[in-house]
């Protein structure tokens, strides 16, 4: 059983601090704006599902089975392709979607470039990465993001407070569009094309 599968009930409401500070507005500039097959990794409790519009066809992935449950009561029955499943194998045929997505996820795969590379082999070619992550911050939120990682990490069991997520993602070969930072430069909405 993962972390997630445990705290999968008090998620939502450990969250909305970080929701009221910053994420809301972020998730509602985003997630409305794709288009197509869209493939969403690390759905979690699935609270981007009601900010899609109409016309994307999802399927949503995560390695836990309880986060799933909660993300499956969300849509209430709608049609949602969901599957459990590790974003470092993702069992999808090469370029089927046209849009990768994620919130707050590569912060906690224990292999981001093995993940990131995987989102581009199922992107078809020119496909559209849509991250919205928590990453290494910028000045004092470097120093913040530096100095509470060890002690973060070694709570939650799974999560990064300093990755370079951006680099990253053009490491493996994306072409980086756009990286918006916020808050001290931690919060992070990075764009990119496969
Ligand atoms: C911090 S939560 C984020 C949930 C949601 N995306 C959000 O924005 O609130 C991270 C989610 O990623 C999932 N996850 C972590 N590592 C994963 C992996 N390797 N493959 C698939 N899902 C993973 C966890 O189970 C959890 O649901």
Known sequence: ?????????????????LELLILRRLRRQIFPTLHGEVLELGIGTGV???LYNSHT??????????????????????PLDLVQGDTQ????????????????????????ARGLT????????GGQLMLLEH??????GRWLTDLLHPIWHAWSRSC???????????????????????????????EALG
Do not use: K
Not at 89 to 112: H, I, M, Q, T, Y
Not at 118 to 125: I, K
Not at 160 to 189: K, P, W, Y
């Open 57 to 78: 066809s999802m399927t949503v992935l995560d390695a836990s089975a309880e986060m799933l449950s909660w993300a499956a009561r969300r849509v209430d029955g709608a």
């Open 1 to 17: 059983m993962s972390i997630f599968d445990s705290i999968s009930s008090l998620y939502d409401r450990g969250m909305m601090p």
């Open 160 to 190: 990064c407070l300093n990755r370079e997520t951006a680099q990253t993602v053009s490491r493996v070969g994306f072409n980086v569009q756009n990286v918006e930072r916020h808050v001290l430069g931690i919060f992070q909405v990075i």
């Open 89 to 112: 194998r993702l069992p999808f045929a090469n370029g089927c979607f046209d849009v990768v997505a994620a919130s707050l996820l590569f912060c906690s795969v224990v292999d981001p």
């Open 135 to 140: 990453a290494r911050g910028r000045g004092l």
């Open 48 to 50: 981007n599902l009601p």
């Open 118 to 125: 995987e989102a581009r082999r199922v992107l078809r070619p």
